[in-house]
């Protein structure tokens, strides 16, 4: 099975990969912003009319953009949204290992030197 694939990016840097994992010519569409908004999806939606969308881990942007992208219709493929969500997430990450009964190191959020040693006494300077 073949699909067309179409990359929206703020920049060439990231897209070499994209050329080496489609199975079909990729067509690139280079945001003038550095971040993707909802309006500029919707004018890609309306002018490609796609089957679906993948929404990439690693980037609030796209996990913002998912909620957009599903209120047009256009279907999500792949890890759900609430899935993106709560693997970005870090109290819904640590409440699904906390009730699957995964171990884990525990984590604290420091901001200073200070903090960082006093949460963690057990780790030398």
């Known amino acids: 099975v073949k699909f067309d694939a179409l990359s929206d990016s703020v920049g060439p840097g990231s897209q ?11 067509r690139l569409i ?5 971040l993707l908004t909802p309006e500029d999806v919707e004018s ?5 009319h796609p089957d679906g969308a993948v929404v990439q881990f690693g980037g609030q942007t ?3 953009l998912t909620e957009a992208l599903m209120k047009m219709g256009v279907p999500i493929l792949g890890t759900s949204a609430e899935n993106v969500d709560a693997a970005e997430d870090r109290e819904l990450f640590d409440n699904i290992l906390e009730t699957c009964g995964i171990p884990r190191p525990k984590g604290e959020t420091v ?8 949460a963690r006494p057990d780790v030398p300077d």
């Open 62 to 64: 796209a996990i913002k």
């Open 30 to 34: 280079f945001a003038a912003e550095l």
């Open 16 to 26: 070499h990969q994209s050329f080496s994992v489609a199975s079909a010519p990729v």
């Open 44 to 48: 890609i939606v309306n002018l490609e």
């Open 111 to 118: 901001y200073t030197a200070e903090e960082a040693k006093a």
